[in-house]
Nanobody, 113 residues
C-alpha cells in the first residue's frame, strides 16, 4: 500500500529556512511525479512545487526563487528546501503522488517572529 510520511516542519522566524522531507513506501519515487501542496487556515489547498520523472521542476509563483524541490531515489524520499520564509508561507504542507492520488498526513510550518 502506497504511503507518504512528511517531516521537518516547525516554527521559524521570517527569513529563516526549513527542509521538509517526504518518505515514500509501497511505491518508487523514480517512476512517479511528486508534488508538494500547502493549506493555510481558512484557505484552499494550493500547489507549491512538483518534480517529474525526468527531474523537471515546477513552482508556484509565490515560492519561485525561494523553494527547491528535490528527491533522493536511493532513500525514496522527496524534499522541499524552503529559504527566506515569510509569514504568508505558514500552512500545513502535504506531500502528494498524483499517479496514485496518495497524500501524506501533513506537517505544520509556522513562520512568525
Amino acid at each position: 500500500q502506497a504511503q507518504l510520511v512528511e517531516s521537518g516542519g516547525g516554527l521559524v522566524q521570517p527569513g529563516g529556512s526549513l527542509r521538509l522531507s517526504c518518505a515514500a513506501s509501497g511505491f518508487r519515487l523514480s517512476v512517479n511525479t511528486m508534488a508538494w501542496y500547502r493549506q493555510a487556515p481558512g484557505k484552499q489547498r494550493e500547489f507549491v512545487a512538483s518534480i517529474t520523472l525526468g527531474s523537471n521542476t515546477n513552482y508556484a509563483d509565490s515560492v519561485k526563487g525561494r523553494f527547491t524541490i528535490s528527491r533522493d531515489i536511493a532513500k525514496n524520499t522527496v524534499y522541499l528546501q524552503m529559504n527566506n520564509l515569510k509569514p504568508a508561507d505558514t500552512a500545513v504542507y502535504y506531500c502528494n503522488a498524483p499517479l496514485t492520488n496518495t497524500w501524506g498526513q501533513g506537517t505544520q510550518v509556522t513562520v512568525s517572529s
